[in-house]
């Protein structure tokens, strides 16, 4: 595509590109050559004329994300490539006509190789999140390559764009069908036989957290006979695990009406009233309910939204998350059980894990790590790209 405008890059900052990080930061830039707008594909070579890579022009500093570090003959090729090889991908992981679990993510931006894009798979429904202006505007032909992929198996495609797409782009997105003509925008999906209604159109993030359905199931295996608190519940998943899982009681907290109400209708579409009856609901501030609730509980969940967006904030994040372990290591019975979590991508494990150790320190309580949780399989990572492994968790034991 040599009629791409181009990016010079500095002969020190080479070796960053040539290592295969998907992002050139604009101080790495020596020189332009064209004119080059906001989302527009770009070409990055060195001082001595050498091609390092292709992606996507961006305001900020990130000025390059790269979509290929080989030179490529058209974006649809490299487009149709890319989607192709993350279904084979999820064809090996067994989530392709899997009859027990049917929701998945397709696409994981960097670790996909297509930086700024989500697609999660509801059933036959795809959502399509853009997190750059550049991808966006390849999104009808994404849409079309899906519904090649799938055949018959795709009935619809959503973007659901407008809220991730950057404040200083100039587009206005507007959220809707690319392709299909159902007038509802949520389903019924299946996690390993647990049922779920995702609501994409009103949703957090594309509709459900399916960065934590492993972390789910594990959950559930150690519920049973415990009294169990979900914090931060949004739909309720790990409520739902429990209840499968044998639990004696479970509480659910949010501080969304909501989600308190997806979480009521997800407990119901999976258990007799029996089994309802032991799961109550809460709407409200998680800190607060921590600090009134009686220490009785078996098993918490500390599932909380990014503390931290940017590097700024995490100064503020990491005494946010030592305050809310704390007041959760005082709630739990000797032996109790804590699986917390922390989805700021500026919060490293080490970070995540100081954070909790000074609330450990603090409880004053003997603490162990019994496993390091993260995202699973169709959230895959690139090994150039550490920031892309966001999702970190601790299961601690609390004595």
Request: charged share 25%.
């Amino acid at each position: 595509m040599s009629s791409l405008p181009r990016a010079i890059i500095y002969r020190k900052k080479v070796d960053a590109v040539q290592r295969f990080h998907p992002w050139i930061f604009s101080g790495a830039i020596a020189k332009m050559q064209g004119e080059v707008q906001d989302g527009d594909l770009i070409e990055a070579y060195s001082e001595d004329g050498k091609f390092l890579a292709m992606g996507l022009w961006g305001l900020g500093s990130i000025a390059i994300k790269v979509l290929s570090f080989q030179p490529v003959e058209t974006i649809q090729q490299l487009l149709s490539d890319r989607l192709n090889q993350a279904y084979a991908l999820r064809k090996q992981l067994g989530l392709i006509d899997n009859s027990e679990t049917n929701c998945y993510r397709l696409i994981n931006s960097e670790g996909d190789s297509l930086a700024g894009l989500i697609i999660d798979m509801y059933g036959d429904t795809a959502v399509l999140q853009c997190h750059a202006l550049g991808i966006y505007r390849y999104r009808r032909e994404i849409a079309e390559i899906l519904k090649e992929i799938y055949r018959g198996g795709l009935q619809a495609v959503y973007d659901k764009s407008s809220a991730t797409l950057s404040r200083k782009s100039q587009t206005q997105s507007q959220d809707g069908l690319l392709i299909g003509d159902r007038s509802n925008e949520s389903a019924e999906v299946l996690e390993y036989g647990h049922r779920f209604i995702v609501d994409w159109e009103r949703g957090q993030k594309t509709g459900f957290f399916l960065d934590q359905r492993e972390n789910r199931c594990l959950f559930g295996k150690y519920a049973k006979d415990k009294k169990v608190l979900n914090t931060f519940c949004y739909s309720g998943g790990f409520s739902v695990y429990a209840v499968a899982g044998g639990a004696k009681e479970v509480h659910s907290i949010d501080s969304s009406v909501k989600a308190m109400e997806w979480t009521d209708r997800n407990i119901a579409a999976n258990f007799d009233a029996e089994r309802q009856a032991i799961h109550t609901s809460f709407t409200g501030d998680v800190f607060d309910f921590l600090k009134q609730c009686d220490r009785d509980y078996d098993a918490i969940v500390l599932d909380p939204p990014a503390f931290a967006k940017s590097l700024s904030a995490r100064h503020s994040a990491m005494q946010a998350y030592r305050r809310l372990n704390l007041q959760a290591m005082s709630k739990l019975k000797s032996g109790g059980l804590l699986f917390t979590f922390s989805c700021s991508q500026v919060v490293n494990v080490e970070n995540f894990t100081g954070a909790v150790t000074a609330a450990a320190i603090e409880s004053g309580r003997t603490i162990r790590i019994l496993d390091h949780l993260n995202h699973p399989a169709d959230h895959p990572t690139s090994i150039f790209h550490p920031e892309g492994s966001y999702l970190k968790g601790l299961v601690l034991s609390v004595v």
